[in-house]
């Protein structure tokens, strides 16, 4: 049966324009709501990239620190090996001379008295002979000059090699008669110190 509606066209017109509007208004509010929701969430996200980019400076202003740091350990670490540098330059060939005259004090034959002694280094190494040593003695035969020479070449005395007699001739002292004489020997790298490793420290 066909329903039959008794009411005036004009309240089915306002009906439908208040359902319109209605719906209008919903729409409007929804997109209020998405708006918002999106306003939301991109300052969420600016936030977070803000956050992000303030955590990145204080790690690059760390690392900017370290590189500084590593920079000036890098300066001092040059400035160390400059004057470890100069400090082997100038031990080169070192030899303790101290040590040296003790050996012939306590190696020197009881017939045998030295007048002058003379050490001397020479630049750089030739044929592994990094200096020279000289001596002028008092013996009182020929023989004892053969010990000395011996004595001086037997290992005593470290790295002296090729001892020579220069010269030995006879004189007197007073009634007695002594030979009087000039001998030298080669210093090899064994009498060089390592006191230029001693004064450098190490570092890690």
Do not use: C, H
């Not at 020479?149 to 004189?171: C, D, H, I, K, N």
């Amino acid at each position: 049966m066909r329903p039959i509606n008794l009411l005036p066209p004009e309240v089915a017109e306002e009906r439908t324009r208040r359902r319109l509007i209605g719906l209008l208004i919903l729409a409007a509010i929804a997109y209020v709501l998405v708006l918002v929701a999106g306003v939301f969430y991109w300052n969420t996200r600016v936030s977070a990239a803000r956050a992000d980019v303030e955590l990145q400076q204080e790690v690059n202003a760390g690392l900017e620190q370290e590189v500084a740091s590593l920079a000036e350990a890098a300066a001092l670490q040059a400035e160390f090996r400059s004057k470890a540098g100069l400090v082997q330059e100038a031990l080169a060939n070192d030899v303790d001379w101290g040590i040296f005259l003790n050996d012939l004090s306590r190696l020197l034959p009881e017939r045998v008295w030295m007048e002058s002694f003379n050490g001397s280094i020479i630049e750089g190494q030739i044929g592994g002979v990094v200096g020279q040593v000289a001596f002028t003695g008092v013996a009182f035969e020929f023989p004892d000059v053969s010990e000395w020479l011996r004595t001086l070449g037997a290992g005593g005395f470290a790295g002296v090699t090729g001892p020579w007699v220069s010269m030995a001739s006879e004189s007197a002292i007073g009634d007695e008669v002594v030979v009087n004489f000039s001998s030298s020997a080669a210093l090899t790298a064994g009498a060089v110190t390592d006191r230029a490793q001693e004064l450098i420290p190490e570092v890690p």
